[in-house]
Each structure stands twice: as structure tokens, then as C-alpha cells.
């Protein structure tokens, strides 16, 4: 009976369940009732929503990856499937505190038979299970993993996604035996009525982060940031585009081909790199967006994946938001912490690789910079260069006069001329 609402009452339910994990995780795997183990998954997930410490401690349990086989496993109808979405919350609750878990590893065939399984499974547990392979693909070691276990047929698959749109069209809930099964988990507590499923808006409405991805795409469209972007993508889309942004220079199963190579076309479509930098610059002006979700230091990482892999000069409006990162390493920033500095360093070296290879970026860098009336950029840049190349070329870059100085920074640049010349 957690009060969600209630911080204290919240903290006294997380501290009650860091000494009862492992005999819940135990019951949730071993009851023989659906509803005993719904209870035990939903008591978890509520108490390790925002608590790092908890979500760690059930990942090194031992027995967490025998709750969520449970949880997952294949079911002979929709009824049977109603724990699915319970277990991919608490495994990607685990995988957003503790991504290079190997316990991942264990539970990773489960996610992707879920995602094979198409259109038999909701739409939002298919969005969950993309969202954990993503988080699993931001660390190094479950990166190469991710990529090494996914089918090839099920990336073409995700490729060919259209989105919740798309989705709501062609799968209607017409089929009277669904429509049954559907009714039956209602009854049971999880999910909404029927009526509301059928509902676009219930359906974002369900998942807030994909309301709140929603609103920043079209913000973005209205700024010019991303025109027409809120017409391309939605908040699953961008999981998916993220995920194969960084598994960009993984080899492609079955193919002689990176992934980022097979994955072009999906980015064109929609609008991917517009919305880095929506996504980046709402992350970075709004902890409730970033909590957990799309963080900064994510985002960044994956960009710095993408320049090193050649596709510097495919990015669009990330010049802004990754000025704003970088002035977080200013003397002005209020105490800035390690993981704000480390964004700050990672924005200069994505910066430095788009302006080297983009004229457009080159002036919105020396526009901004003259904009900038408390030179809070160049203060940053200067505290950086002692430790960080890149923030000392972005100096000369703004202190040289082109062409001349353009000409110098390109001397040294540590990336190709065929990465300027790549398009789509």
C-alpha cells in the first residue's frame, strides 16, 4: 500500500523492501497463482522506481533472472501473456540502474522472443523491450552482446516500424477472441477498459515519457528545430533509432554491412538526428524528462558514437543544445557535477567533428558564441582545453578567421575526408 504521492511513506516502503527483496523475488518465480506473482512484481516495480540502490541489489540477487523467465515466459494466449508487462518494467528498471549486469544476459533471449512475437503482444510491452535493449546498449561490454543476439529478421522488422500511429490503424481490436482476452486482464487490474485501449490518446496517455517525447517534438517543429519532425517520429521510433545508432559499428548479422549502414534509410525516415538534438536540448532543460528516460550524458555518448562512426555531417540543429552542454563545464555553472562535466567534455568532441564538416553548424557556432554576452561558451572551453583537444580547436575555430583557420583545424582532424562526404 505505497503512497507514491507520499516521499516519506515511499522511502519507509523502498527501505522495508531492500530487506524483503530476495524472498519476493523467490515467491514471485515460485507462485503457482498469476495474481500472487502480479502482486510481488507490481510491489517491486513500485519501491525500485527511482530507487538506483534497490534496482541494483535485485540485479545481484541471483534469482532475479528466474523471476523474470517466469514472468516471460511464452504464453498459449493474451490472458497468459498479462505478466509480460510486469516482468519487462522490473527488468528494465534493473537494466537502466545496472546495464552492465551480466544477469542481463540471461534474461535477453526473453525480450527478443517477446519482440519476435509481432503484433500477438501489445504495443507498449514491444516499446519496453526496445527501450531495455537500448539501455543495455549504452554500455560497452552488453553493447557488443546486444548486437551479437539480435536476429536479423527482427531488426528488419523494428527497421520497417510506422509507429503508434500506424499501429493503432492497422491493428484494429476487431477479433472477438482478443477482444475476450483483453476484457479478462481488465478485470484482473492490468490494464485500462477496453474502450481506453482503442483510445490513441489513452494509449500515450499510458506511457508518460512517450507523452512527454510527444510534447518536445513539437516544440521542436514549432522552433524550426525539427520542421515537420512531429509528422516522422514518436517516442518509440527514437528508442529504436537510438538503439541501432549505437550498435552503428557492430557488424549487421547475415550481412557484410554495420549496422549503422542498414539502419540510413530508418533515420532519413524519421528524422532521427532533428531529433538528437530536440531530444538533447529538453533533456538537458528538464531533470523531470531526463530522469531516467533520455538522459544527457546517453544522448551525447551515442552522438559521440555516430561522429566516430562518419555520420558528423548528417546531424541537424544540434549545435544549440550542444552548446548548452558544453557551458555547463563553466566556471558560472553552479558546482557542476562529475557526470555534468563528462557531458560537457563528450559535447565538445561531437561539436568539434560536426563544425568540421558542416558550414551551417560552423556559423551557428560563431553566431551563438557572439550572442553569448558573458562568453560563458568560451569560459567553458578555455577551462576544458587543458584536458579535452577538441574544446581547444573549438577556440581556434572561433578566434581564426576562415578560411584560413577552417583550413588549420581540418590539418588536424582525426577524421576522414570521406566521413564529410557520406549522405544519404
Known amino acids: 500500500m505505497c503512497n507514491v504521492r507520499d516521499r516519506m511513506a515511499m522511502r519507509r516502503c523502498q527501505a ?4 524483503a527483496v530476495k524472498p519476493m523475488l523467490i515467491l514471485a518465480a515460485e507462485a503457482a497463482g498469476n495474481e500472487v506473482r502480479s502482486h510481488c512484481l507490481e510491489a517491486l516495480i513500485q519501491t525500485t522506481d527511482g530507487n538506483t540502490e534497490l534496482a541494483a541489489l535485485i540485479g545481484s ?3 532475479f533472472d528466474l523471476t523474470i ?13 498479462s505478466s509480460y508487462m510486469d516482468g519487462v518494467l522490473l527488468e528494465l528498471l534493473v537494466a537502466k540502474a545496472v546495464p552492465e549486469a551480466r544477469v542481463h544476459m540471461q534474461i535477453l533471449p526473453y525480450v527478443i522472443r517477446i519482440l519476435q512475437e509481432g503484433v ?4 507498449e510491452i514491444r516499446q519496453k523491450c526496445v527501450e531495455v535493449l537500448t539501455h543495455l546498449s549504452y554500455t560497452h561490454h552488453r553493447c557488443r552482446d546486444v548486437a551479437a543476439i539480435l536476429p536479423s529478421q527482427l531488426l528488419e522488422s ?11 490503424k492497422t491493428h484494429s481490436m476487431s477479433d472477438e477472441q482478443k477482444r475476450k482476452s483483453i476484457s479478462a486482464m481488465s478485470d484482473m487490474g492490468f490494464m485500462g477498459n477496453l474502450d481506453a485501449i482503442t483510445d490513441e490518446k489513452a494509449r500515450t496517455a499510458m506511457n508518460m515519457m512517450m507523452k512527454q517525447f510527444g510534447d518536445v517534438v513539437r516544440l521542436a517543429s514549432v522552433q524550426g528545430g525539427g520542421s515537420g519532425l512531429v509528422d516522422h517520429m514518436d517516442g518509440h521510433l527514437f528508442y529504436i533509432g537510438l538503439l541501432m545508432a549505437n550498435l552503428c559499428d557492430s557488424p ?3 550481412t557484410d554491412r554495420c549496422f549503422g549502414s542498414v539502419a540510413e534509410p530508418f533515420w532519413k525516415r524519421i528524422m532521427f538526428f532533428a531529433g538528437l538534438g530536440a531530444c538533447l536540448r529538453a533533456a538537458l532543460q528538464d531533470a523531470q524528462f531526463a530522469d531516467g528516460d533520455h538522459e544527457p550524458l546517453h544522448i551525447v555518448s551515442t552522438c559521440v558514437k555516430l561522429v566516430s562512426a562518419g555520420y558528423a555531417g548528417q546531424f541537424d540543429g544540434m549545435v544549440g543544445p550542444l552548446v548548452d552542454a558544453i557551458k555547463l563545464y563553466s566556471s558560472a555553472a553552479a558546482r ?3 557526470k555534468d562535466l563528462r557531458i ?6 561531437v561539436l568539434r567533428a560536426i563544425t568540421e564538416v558542416n558550414k551551417v553548424a560552423q556559423s551557428d557556432l560563431c553566431i551563438l558564441a557572439k550572442e553569448d554576452d558573458e562568453s560563458i561558451l568560451r569560459d567553458a572551453l578555455n577551462a576544458m582545453a587543458q584536458e579535452e583537444p577538441a574544446a581547444g580547436d573549438l577556440l581556434d575555430l572561433l578566434s581564426a578567421s576562415a578560411p584560413n583557420g577552417m583550413e588549420a583545424l581540418r590539418a588536424a582532424s582525426p577524421f576522414s575526408d570521406e566521413s564529410s562526404n557520406r549522405g544519404y
Do not use: H, I, Q
Open 16 to 19: 522495508e523492501m531492500m530487506s
Open 61 to 63: 540477487s541471483g534469482v
Open 69 to 81: 523467465a517466469r514472468a516471460l515466459k511464452a504464453a498459449d494466449d493474451m490472458a497468459g501473456a
Open 120 to 123: 500477438l503482444v501489445e504495443y
Open 158 to 168: 523494428l527497421l520497417e516500424e510506422r509507429g503508434s500511429k500506424e499501429e493503432t
Open 252 to 254: 549487421f548479422p547475415g
Open 336 to 338: 557542476p557535477a562529475p
Open 344 to 349: 560537457a567534455r563528450l559535447s565538445a568532441v
